[in-house]
C-alpha cells in the first residue's frame, strides 16, 4: 500500500499561510483605495499599507520561488483524476506568475509614476526604473487587470481547496495545514 505523503515542509507551509494572510488583505485594500468618495485619511492609510506591504510580499514571494525550485512540491495524490491534478499544476504555477505580477507592476506603476514608497525610501533605498508616464500608464493597466486575474484564481483556489477539506477529506488539505508540519 502506498504511504500518504507528508505533504510540504514547515518552511513551505508557513509562507503559504503568511503570504496567504498578506495577500488577502492587500486585495480588499486595493479594490477599496481606488473607489471614489473614500475619506481622505482612510485612502491615504490603505495606500501607504498597500504600498509597503506589496514590497514585502515581493521579497516573500521570491523567497517561496527560491524554496519551491530547491525543494519542489510533494506529488499530489495518486487517487486524483490526471485533469485535476493538471488542472492544480496550471492554477499553481498561474498564481505564482501572478503573484509576482502584481508586486512588480505596482512597484512599476508607483515609481515611475513618481511616487513614494515609504520604507524604502526610509532605508535610502533608490528608485529602480526611470520616471515615464508611458511606462506608469501600462504598469497601472497590468496591474489592474492582474487584480481581477488574481482574486478570481483565489477565489477557485479557496474553493477547491474547502472541497477537498471539508466535502472529499482526501488528504489534500493536510499537506499544507496546519502551518508547522506535526
Ligand atoms: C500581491 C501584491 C499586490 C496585490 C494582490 C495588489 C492588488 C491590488 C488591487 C486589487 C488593486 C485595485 C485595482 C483596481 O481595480 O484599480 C490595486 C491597486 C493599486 N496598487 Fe496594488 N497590489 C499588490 C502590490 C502592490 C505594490 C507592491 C504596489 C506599490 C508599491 C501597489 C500599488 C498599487 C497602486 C498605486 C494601486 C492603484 C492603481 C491606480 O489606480 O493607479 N500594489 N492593487
Given at each position: 500500500?502506498q504511504t500518504p505523503s507528508p505533504g510540504?515542509?514547515?518552511?513551505?507551509?508557513?509562507?503559504?499561510?503568511?503570504?496567504?494572510?498578506?495577500?488577502?488583505?492587500?486585495?480588499?485594500?486595493?479594490?477599496?483605495?481606488?473607489?471614489?468618495?473614500?475619506?481622505?485619511?482612510?485612502?491615504?492609510?490603505?495606500?501607504?499599507?498597500?504600498?509597503?506591504?506589496?514590497?514585502?510580499?515581493?521579497?516573500?514571494?521570491?523567497?517561496?520561488?527560491?524554496?519551491?525550485?530547491?525543494?519542489?512540491?510533494p506529488?499530489l495524490s495518486e487517487s486524483l483524476p490526471?485533469?485535476q491534478?493538471?488542472?492544480a499544476?496550471?492554477?499553481?504555477?498561474?498564481?505564482?506568475?501572478?503573484?509576482?505580477?502584481?508586486?512588480?507592476?505596482?512597484?512599476?506603476?508607483?515609481?515611475?509614476?513618481?511616487?513614494?514608497?515609504?520604507?524604502?525610501?526610509?532605508?535610502?533605498?533608490?528608485?529602480?526604473?526611470?520616471?515615464?508616464?508611458?511606462?506608469?500608464?501600462?504598469?497601472?493597466?497590468?496591474?489592474?487587470?492582474?487584480?481581477?486575474?488574481?482574486?478570481?484564481?483565489?477565489?477557485?483556489?479557496i474553493a477547491a481547496a474547502l472541497h477537498h477539506a471539508l466535502i472529499l477529506r482526501d488528504g489534500t488539505w493536510s499537506r499544507i495545514w496546519p502551518?508547522?508540519?506535526r
Amino acid at each position: 500500500m502506498q504511504t500518504p505523503s507528508p505533504g510540504y515542509s514547515s518552511g513551505q507551509r508557513a509562507l503559504h499561510w503568511i503570504i496567504a494572510l498578506m495577500i488577502l488583505p492587500m486585495i480588499a485594500a486595493g479594490f477599496l483605495m481606488v473607489q471614489q468618495g473614500l475619506p481622505r485619511a482612510l485612502g491615504n492609510t490603505l495606500f501607504i499599507m498597500h504600498k509597503n506591504m506589496g514590497v514585502l510580499v515581493l521579497i516573500l514571494v521570491i523567497l517561496r520561488i527560491v524554496v519551491k525550485l530547491r525543494h519542489k512540491a510533494p506529488p499530489l495524490s495518486e487517487s486524483l483524476p490526471a485533469w485535476q491534478r493538471r488542472a492544480a499544476h496550471a492554477s499553481h504555477g498561474l498564481l505564482y506568475v501572478l503573484m509576482l505580477v502584481m508586486p512588480l507592476s505596482g512597484y512599476i506603476r508607483v515609481r515611475a509614476g513618481g511616487f513614494p514608497i515609504e520604507a524604502l525610501d526610509r532605508l535610502g533605498l533608490p528608485t529602480l526604473v526611470p520616471k515615464s508616464e508611458t511606462l506608469a500608464a501600462t504598469a497601472k493597466a497590468v496591474h489592474e487587470l492582474g487584480a481581477y486575474a488574481i482574486a478570481a484564481l483565489l477565489a477557485l483556489h479557496i474553493a477547491a481547496a474547502l472541497h477537498h477539506a471539508l466535502i472529499l477529506r482526501d488528504g489534500t488539505w493536510s499537506r499544507i495545514w496546519p502551518p508547522v508540519r506535526r
